[in-house]
């Protein structure tokens, strides 16, 4: 990208930030290089339909459209919070890989690579990538924080893997219980000096290193900060209902979405939010409804909140799941109407951290099988995460077998999103 | 190389003891390995090793005052908790997961479980819990080995026949379903005339309690292959076709004889007794002698091709014995080295791998360590295999709920994250979780009640014990002298649960 070294030269320079709003006009689409400070990852584990979500085709989704806030564009109508800020978003509908089996595919997009051979050649998922190259947003917190599922940190090294919360009780792992606060200074004085007496009877190794590492970050979330950013009850009832987080059966989703909102405004720079509800190969007609209105909700409510607390321009939210589902009208299976796993065409959207809006990149065919209009690859669609994170895609990282490797090898950033 | 000459290897090999750490020296070229590990470091090792737990207090006192490597190794292998750990790891080898979803309902396994347990108890060979697992039928509650089928079958043949691969040979089959393998001559064609083996099962629900099972069908059903090319565009998918079962590389299609002759196909191949083995080495050493575990035929070769090949001819000879093989890899000088590593090379095998401990192993362990008596251990008979089995499963989940745990699928997956090892949401739910504080004033209240009210040395080497299978070190004597109160105690247990030495093996 030599694009990109150019503009990461000028950044360096003293005025840039003055010169950059003003040349803005003359580098297009570079002006949008590193805008994103912080992300928010959804991620629709199982493989959403692109036709019964982003990309409807007459006589071929199984639910009806309707329209949104961008003139044209048309989205399933269980979703009409997100058709109220479809002007905020990029809606990619020419995503196209060749992985449609869950675990290869989920690794791909995750990743912008395939598995590799074993264990030591596997690639960082983009999370855990953010974690390494982002400086923390405070001491206190984790940089990537994962909400039921967290992308692995391969090569990068074990801290830079998801922070991972349990939604149903996040704090009480953040303080002692009441009775012991006071014994934690010497608690922690044992624990050292265990640790130090088994270092030097088996001689320090990375494993150990990392323990202790491990200990130190530990140490340093027990404070009242990070106790803070991860109380969501401080949250008043109204927002959390939007979230839909409220009544007999809260979204677990919605509330990971509030809670990624408030870890954001607090310093955390990355939080994947998990919806796991997507691989409908039966009952689609009538599982859609329900996954479609804990997203709208969560979703939906997230990039109103980010909009209105003025940190979407700063904050890149995606939505991506590993592939989509196989178009036309959906099949019966068993008597069951469901549709398979589809890699040739699907949708993922973006939206802040310096992504256009309001735009809709891409076409598919009539019955929503096949890219007819700019295809995207995964590793187009990484290189293009970077370029809003400001990553340099030259930059070579080593392997734990100790190859040098570039995270992106073949794709080029998507100019349309960013211009 | 053919599962004869596997056998003729073991046979020229195995005359001699020591064979194992022939191969493994004759490797170290130059390079000292470590010395030997000290007592309390080989009985908690192996505890964890072939127990799935660290010993009782009971247990590491008797060893420590007269210790007995080989027949330590001889009454773990007889034990209860073995035949639970080892299903535990097939368990886990075949069904990966341990609850199944079958239509709206979640199954958590347990029968399967059971049914795991009984055949390691009862000392069934691995062949023929592969092969009773391969042509499992029937329901779930009298057949609960129809576990595997239906926990692969409902994503797809596809996915049952790369995890049939994977798991039993150590092979990737799975790149061959949508185009030709890569790296090893299985075409698309050899996959799916595997798969095909399978085409006369189904799986079904009971119309009243929804419990699933697996019947087998006259007519073969078609598959569907996940082709990702549409013949044209707009065109539907493509249709079913009908595929003759055929294993890889025979000449011709199978006899007829279907899932029967796949599980004899299976075990006749080398990769089969080759995975188990490298697996089995990989669960005590820390890693396989060849890596990837599911690489076999792949680019990167095993480390000690020899040793590999003896192990598995061994393996066979003794009528594909689990215990038979464990036995010899803990009595190895390679297993029983120290974990002093110097910078050595792990795949040379010249020292111990440090490893954290499973959640099962964290629970199991921390559960024992904390209560006030010895739960009893369930006594297995194998004349009425089948209830016992189910008593087993019980007393397993009897012992997790004393001190107020949860049972060890339900802990939360922070305890040890994703990632094994160093992980901070780990470290602070192991600090402190409420779950975890309990129990550890539950061991203080052992502790306490063993040897009195009054609290001095005695106490804290109770908890080394209990915890470390060691007796207090001369600094840990330091640091707690003149300390009588049982919040010193607590301090001293919270220390030790959080240290390095608890959470791995060593």
């Known amino acids: 990208m030599s694009c990109t070294c150019t503009r990461r030269s000028f950044l360096g320079m003293s005025a840039g930030a003055v010169f950059a709003s003003r040349l803005a006009p003359l580098f297009g689409q570079e002006s949008r290089f590193g805008r994103a400070k912080n992300c928010i990852f959804l991620y629709m584990s199982g493989g959403p339909s692109h036709l019964e979500t982003w990309d409807h085709k007459e006589g071929s989704s199984c639910v009806k459209a309707i329209d949104t806030a961008v003139r044209g564009v048309r989205i399933s109508e269980h979703l009409p919070r997100l058709a109220k800020v479809t002007d905020r978003l990029s809606i990619v509908r020419s995503m196209t890989s060749t992985e449609a089996d869950h675990a290869p595919a989920a690794t791909l997009m995750l990743t912008g690579n395939g598995g590799g051979a074993s264990a030591a ?149 990355f939080v994947e939010v998990i919806l796991d509800k997507w691989d409908m190969h039966y009952d689609i007609d009538q599982l859609i409804g329900p996954a479609s209105e804990e997203l ?8 109103q909140e980010l909009t209105d607390r003025r940190l979407l321009d700063e904050t890149l939210v995606v939505w991506m799941g590993e592939f989509g589902r196989t178009p036309g009208p959906p099949p019966r299976f068993q008597g069951k109407l469901g549709r398979d796993h589809w890699a040739k065409a699907f949708s993922l959207v973006l939206a802040g951290g310096g992504v256009a809006r309001g735009r809709v990149i891409g076409a598919t065919d009539a019955i929503g099988a096949h890219v007819t209009d700019r295809p995207v690859t995964p590793q187009d669609f990484h290189a293009s995460l970077y370029h809003a994170f400001g990553f340099d895609l030259n930059k070579k990282y080593m392997t734990l077998d100790g190859r040098p490797v570039k995270l992106i090898e073949k794709g080029s950033v998507v100019k349309e999103l960013f211009a | ?87 535990r790891f097939l368990l886990e080898l075949t069904a990966e997961s341990r609850a199944i979803s079958f239509g709206n309902q979640d199954f958590n396994g347990h029968a399967y479980y059971g049914w795991l347990v009984r055949q390691i108890h009862e000392r069934r060979p691995y ?65 799916w005339g595997v798969a095909a083996f399978f085409t006369r099962t189904r799986e079904y629900a009971n119309t009243d309690d929804g419990l699933p099972g697996i019947t087998e069908v006259k007519q073969p059903f078609k598959i569907r292959l996940p082709s990702q090319e549409l013949p044209k565009e707009g065109a539907p998918p493509p249709e079913p076709v009908a595929i003759e ?92 080295r120290s974990c002093r590593s110097d910078g050595m090379e792990p795949a040379l095998f010249a020292h111990a791998a440090l490893r954290p401990l499973s959640v099962d192993q964290l629970y199991l362990s921390l559960n024992r360590a904390t209560v006030v008596q010895e739960p009893s251990a369930p006594r297995l008979d194998a004349g009425s295999g089948k209830a016992n089995a189910k008593e087993m499963m019980m007393a397993d989940r009897n012992a997790a709920s004393s001190a107020d745990a949860l049972y060890a699928d339900r802990w939360p997956r922070q305890l040890l994250g ?35 009210p009054n609290v001095g040395e005695d106490h804290f080497e109770y908890i080394t014990l209990a915890l470390l299978s060691r007796p207090l070190s001369k600094s840990e004597r330091k640091r707690v002298e003149g300390k009588k109160d049982t919040a010193d105690l607590r301090d001293f247990f919270w220390a030790a649960v959080n240290s390095i030495e608890f959470r791995y093996n060593h």
């Open chain 2, 245 to 336: 079962p055929r294993w890889l590389g025979a000449s011709g299609p199978a006899s007829g004889a279907g899932r029967a002759e796949l599980a004899k196909s299976l075990a006749a191949d080398p990769l089969f007794a080759k995975n188990i083995v490298n697996r089995l080495w990989a669960e005590l050493m820390g890693r396989g002698l060849q890596e990837p575990l599911d690489g076999f035929g792949g680019k990167t070769k095993p480390s000690h091709p020899r040793l590999l090949d003896e192990l598995a001819g061994h393996f066979i000879q003794s009528g594909y014995d689990l215990r038979a093989t464990l036995r010899l890899i803990a009595m190895s000088k390679a297993y029983q």
């Open chain 2, 418 to 452: 994703d990632v094994p090892g160093a992980s901070t949401a780990g470290r602070l739910a192991m600090f402190n979780r409420r779950e975890i504080q309990k129990l550890i004033d539950a061991g203080v209240h052992a502790a306490l009640k063993a040897m009195g």
């Open chain 2, 1 to 87: 190389m053919r599962v004869a000459a596997l056998l003729a290897a073991a046979l020229a090999g195995t005359a001699n003891d020591g064979w194992i750490d022939r191969h493994i020296e004759f490797r170290l070229e130059g390079v000292t390995p470590s010395p030997l590990c000290d007592e309390p470091e080989f009985l908690r090792r192996v505890s964890l090793d072939l127990a799935g737990v660290v010993p009782t207090m009971s247990e590491a006192r008797a060893y420590l005052a007269r210790p007995d490597r080989r027949k330590l190794v001889d009454r773990l292998l007889e034990s209860d908790e073995f035949s639970a750990r080892w299903a």
């Open chain 1, 296 to 303: 709208d909700a969560g979703m939906g409510t997230l990039i």
């Open chain 1, 121 to 269: 050649q596997a690639f960082p998922a983009f999370g855990a990538v953010c974690s390494k190259e982002w400086s923390p947003g405070s001491a206190a917190l984790p940089t990537y924080v994962g909400v039921g599922s967290g992308g692995g940190p391969a090569f990068l090294g074990n801290e830079h893997g998801a922070f991972m919360v349990d939604l149903s009780d996040p704090l009480s792992i953040l303080r002692p219980r009441e009775e012991d606060q006071p014994r934690l200074t010497t608690r922690l004085g044992l624990l050292k000096a265990a640790d130090d007496d088994f270092v030097r009877r088996t001689n320090p190794t990375t494993v150990t290193d990392d323990e202790r590492k491990a200990v130190h970050r530990a140490v340093e979330m027990m404070g009242p900060k990070a106790y803070k950013a991860f109380d969501v009850s401080q949250e008043n009832e109204r927002v959390r209902a939007a979230y839909g987080d409220a009544g007999d059966t809260p979204s677990a989703f919605g509330r990971g979405c509030l809670l990624a909102r408030r870890l954001v405004e607090h310093g955390v720079r």
């Open chain 2, 127 to 191: 062949d023929r819990i592969v092969r009773d697992i391969i042509g499992a039928k029937g329901g779930y509650e009298e057949a609960p080995e129809v576990q595997f089928l239906i926990r692969w079958r409902v994503i797809g043949l596809g996915d049952l026949t790369s995890h049939l691969g994977k798991a039993i040979l150590g092979t990737r089959l799975r790149c061959a379903q949508c185009h030709d393998h890569p790296y090893q001559r299985i075409s698309q064609e050899d996959f």
